[in-house]
């Protein structure tokens, strides 16, 4: 099978759907147009995932065959000078895994439970933090240790309550890559007695980076052997595989299931592994360029601004 992402991106002023193959993007409005899904056009990946069961099914095995043709030359890319990508698409809900790899938790001073004593630890990120790659990270004027974490997005496509570890793939639609920035000083508070406060350090706008691009569950077979990267400025802070996750994909998906009804659209944030800043000493500061990168789906860059 090729292998195929779901791009967003800006044409002439206009929002359009791409295809994804190898390096190069196509135009995925003309293929759904011409496999007689136009209705798709106007509401993009959005509304292939919000409907992925029934329409975005219908639209992935027409896009599944127009990547099967593009390596006989039957399409055209979109040149590349001509677009730039937008969200791939924009989250229902963002739920983040905490401290989900032994090496991170050791680097941060967290101690945890045995792993047969505890379950995921879950907390919500605004969905309105996110952008695009090649937009900027702005660090608030409040903030003076802003970090990243590069983490597997796992992206629902199906309703979901009290769902088993089993039948979990079931519920994912694909996956993307995203940057859960933190503001480190702010994620703790000391006028309440309740010590931790991540929606605040990790919901500002532009806290979020995502992308660059969906790639659908059929295209990645191994999702909990990834090799996830981010350089700052090129030079390499974090280096590992999904394979590192004390609770996995399924398990993650089980628990939050137990709690409520995962929808499509929704999206966990799986964890990130060791080489934080907070574990270096080291935050961002303006004019840094992050690139967070995982193997099977791609990269996304973005610049550190001054609010």
């Given at each position: ?74 399409l055209s890319a979109v040149p590349q000078t001509e677009y730039r990508l937008l969200l791939p698409y924009t989250p229902r809900r963002i739920f983040a895994t905490a401290s989900n790899y032994y090496e991170h938790a050791q ?201």
């Amino acid at each position: 099978m090729t292998w195929f992402g779901i791009a967003s991106y800006e044409i002439g002023g206009a929002a359009s759907t791409g295809l994804v193959v190898g390096d190069a993007l196509y135009d995925a409005d003309a293929i759904l147009r011409d496999a007689g899904l136009s209705r798709t056009i106007d509401g993009g990946l959005n509304l292939l995932i919000d409907d992925w069961q029934d329409i975005g099914a219908k639209a992935l095995q027409a896009l599944r065959c127009a990547a099967a043709d593009i390596a006989s030359g039957k399409l055209s890319a979109v040149p590349q000078t001509e677009y730039r990508l937008l969200l791939p698409y924009t989250p229902r809900r963002i739920f983040a895994t905490a401290s989900n790899y032994y090496e991170h938790a050791q680097e941060m001073g967290t101690e945890l439970a045995p792993r047969s004593e505890s379950s995921p630890y879950m907390f919500m990120k605004a969905e309105s933090s996110v952008v695009p790659t090649l937009s900027d990270v702005v660090i608030p004027a409040n903030a003076e240790r802003v970090d990243w974490e590069v983490e597997l997005a796992v992206v629902i496509g199906k309703h979901g309550r009290h769902v088993t570890v089993d039948n979990a793939y079931d519920h994912v639609a694909g996956y993307t890559v995203i940057n859960d920035v933190s503001a480190r000083d702010l994620n703790r508070r000391t006028d309440y007695p309740f010590k931790h406060d991540w929606f605040r350090g990790k919901s500002f706008d532009t806290f979020g980076p995502l992308g660059p691009w969906f790639v659908p569950r059929e295209c990645i077979a191994e999702p909990q052997n990834l090799r996830m990267r981010l350089a700052v400025n090129g030079e390499m802070m974090q280096d590992a595989t999904t394979a590192g996750m004390i609770f996995n994909i399924a398990e993650q998906i089980a628990y939050l299931s137990s709690i409520l009804t995962l929808k499509p659209g929704d999206l966990i944030a799986t964890g990130t592994p060791t080489g934080v800043g907070m574990g270096r000493g080291v935050y961002l500061k303006p004019g840094d360029v992050m690139t967070a990168s995982i193997d099977g789906i791609g990269s996304i860059e973005n610049r550190v601004v001054a609010a």
